[in-house]
């Protein structure tokens, strides 16, 4: 059973900092492309950055500049680092992977995290 967990939320004052992970557990191969995801109340599931297997990443206009996506693969742990925080930022943040898993052959799977709130005030 794959799980991803997300910590670091929280609540920050606009121009403050906070740093997100997400740590996969359980029985895989590999990793493949990472995202976080965020949705805020009254709105849809929006795209933030992206990082794959060997580092190349991509972002959002909106964060660009002041958020970071990395990971450790000998942790299986992702990160957003984010920083200039903005009252638009707050939202729920939602960590996505692809993983290779199975028993008799590898095959790709989607797994989400629980999410994490992240609540920026002005």
């Known amino acids: ?12 004052q606009a121009g403050g900092s906070l740093r997100l992970s997400c ?6 191969f590999s990793i493949n492309v990472m995202a976080w995801y965020r949705q805020a109340p009254g709105k849809q599931r929006e795209l933030v950055a992206t990082i794959t297997s060997d580092g190349s990443t991509n972002y959002v206009d909106s964060v660009k500049g002041r958020f970071t996506i990395s990971r450790d693969n000998a942790k299986n742990t992702m990160y957003l680092q984010m920083t200039s925080l903005e009252p ?8 996505n992977a692809n993983l290779m898993v ?14 994490t709130q992240v609540t920026v005030s002005s």
């Open 88 to 95: 638009e930022d707050t939202a729920v943040y939602y960590c």
């Open 1 to 12: 059973q794959v799980q991803l967990v997300e910590s670091g939320g929280g609540l920050v």
């Open 102 to 115: 199975g028993t008799l052959a590898w095959t790709a799977r989607n797994y989400w995290g629980q999410g």
């Open 23 to 28: 740590a996969a557990s359980g029985t895989f």
